[in-house]
């Protein structure tokens, strides 16, 4: 068991943990960075074999590396909450124990997955996930590949699929063309968006349209769009699909921070309702890197007690608050989408659990204690957010251990309890 101790802990080293290090450093804090990737950079600054990462998050990987006073632990998840200003974390080989003095949360967010039938089928993954599964060295030369959901990570998809060797045939967005339009529109305030929905903009981007079956004997043949009240089948050899980004909310409730929106609740100080507790990034708030950048700065330097030192990152957050406001009114999913699941759809893939076995419960944890829904490897990560989509259910409040352990770490957290 190692222990360590820092003036400031860090948990995700996407944009937002990143930029946050740096400000706190700037003013001679001790820091440390718990992220469970291999690499820093999150979700969307994620490295790999033959990734090109762009400059900005170069060098910010590369500023991270070379302050003295900032500690990276790579490859680390958070396990639990020891006592009220400690964390445990396990690695591959190790488990820990950090004790801070402040804390800031950076956990980013995970993809909505919405289910339909045959999404189990092999080749149908999210629009993210087969983004990740590029970078770490995945090649689809040939392949016929269909994105599907909602928002401007299809678009990223369709881009990195393209460069990967694959053939994009059909991108299918769910909002309307108006929406689209008026977005579009808009985006002479952030020019550079505007450059980046031009290049990665597809010539066969059907809108209001849905992915409502994946079909195929052993493996993904065709799926199933609907448009407009008709439907027409697509052959492929993959699909992607991802509506949109829900908050990681999981740490910041095991530490009692309160929500808003089902994201963490945060002031212009991006203090969260826990004294001595930050968040920032997509944890507060899905509104992309640059927003992210500059809550994770104005974080970084309240917590290190120098807040007159974020006014240029305060200035920034509005421009691209502005920009989070518009892109989420674009893409809001509408109850239409709830209409494809039918009973026999498949929620939970780790106990086998279908639509129509939980139906009929009132939350989440009812769904668990009578059918087992969420118990398996996932621990509920994918099943529980589609669930709560489609069902209404309240947020559910998380239990130790965040993530499955091993028993000697379990151990070591028993021990370390008060």
């Known amino acids: 068991m190692h222990t360590h101790h820092c003036d400031l802990l860090i948990l995700g080293a ?29 979700q969307i600054w994620r490295d790999g074999p033959g990734v090109q990462l762009p400059a900005l998050a170069r060098r910010y990987q590369s500023a ?69 599964q590029i970078k770490h060295g995945l090649t689809l030369r040939g392949e016929r590949v269909v994105i599907a959901g909602s928002g401007p990570l299809l678009l990223a998809a369709a881009s990195t699929v393209g460069k990967a060797g694959g053939k994009v045939v059909a991108v299918i967005e769910q909002a309307p063309r108006a929406a ?37 004997e052993d493996r993904l043949q065709t799926v199933l769009v609907r448009h407009a009240g008709e439907t027409r089948e697509i052959p492929c050899d993959r699909l992607a699909t991802g509506y949109g980004l829900i908050p990681n909310l999981e740490p910041g409730l095991i530490f009692g921070c309160a929500t808003l929106h089902d994201a963490l609740r945060v002031d212009e100080q991006q203090r969260t309702s826990v004294e001595n507790i930050f968040a920032a990034g997509e944890c507060t708030g899905f509104g992309g890197s640059e927003l992210a950048l500059a809550e994770g ?105 965040l993530s499955p352990a091993r028993t000697e770490t379990l151990i070591a957290l028993a021990k370390a309890a008060p």
């Open 14 to 42: 996407g944009p937002a943990g990143l930029a946050a290090a740096l400000a706190a450093a700037r003013c001679g804090r001790q820091v440390i960075i718990l992220d469970d990737n291999p690499r820093p950079g999150g």
């Open 64 to 132: 991270v590396a070379n302050a003295p006073n900032i500690r990276l632990l790579s490859g680390a998840r958070m396990i639990a909450r020891p006592s009220a200003q400690s964390v445990l974390y396990e690695t591959a080989e190790k488990s820990g124990i950090v004790h801070w003095q402040r804390l800031i949360l950076c956990c980013g967010a995970r993809e909505l997955f919405l289910p339909f039938p045959g999404w189990t089928l092999p080749g149908v993954t999210g629009a993210g996930g087969l983004q990740a």
């Open 180 to 216: 689209l339009l008026r977005f579009a529109a808009g985006l002479w305030r952030w020019p550079d968006k505007l450059r980046q929905l031009c290049t990665l903009m597809p010539g066969h981007l059907h809108t209001a349209s849905q992915v409502i079956e994946a079909r195929g």
């Open 297 to 401: 700065e104005i974080a970084g330097y309240v917590a290190a007690e120098r807040p007159e030192a974020a006014r240029q990152a305060i200035a920034r957050r509005q421009r691209w608050r502005r920009f989070a406001s518009a892109l989420n009114r674009t893409f809001i999913l509408p109850d239409a989408l709830k209409q494809v699941v039918t009973p026999q759809t498949l929620l939970c893939r780790c106990e086998d659990i279908r639509c129509g076995d939980v139906q009929d419960a009132t939350c989440w944890q009812e769904a668990k204690l009578s059918q087992r829904c969420g118990m398996g490897a996932c621990q509920g990560r994918s099943c529980a957010a589609s669930a709560r989509w489609l069902y209404g259910w309240p947020l559910p409040q998380p239990r130790e251990p």
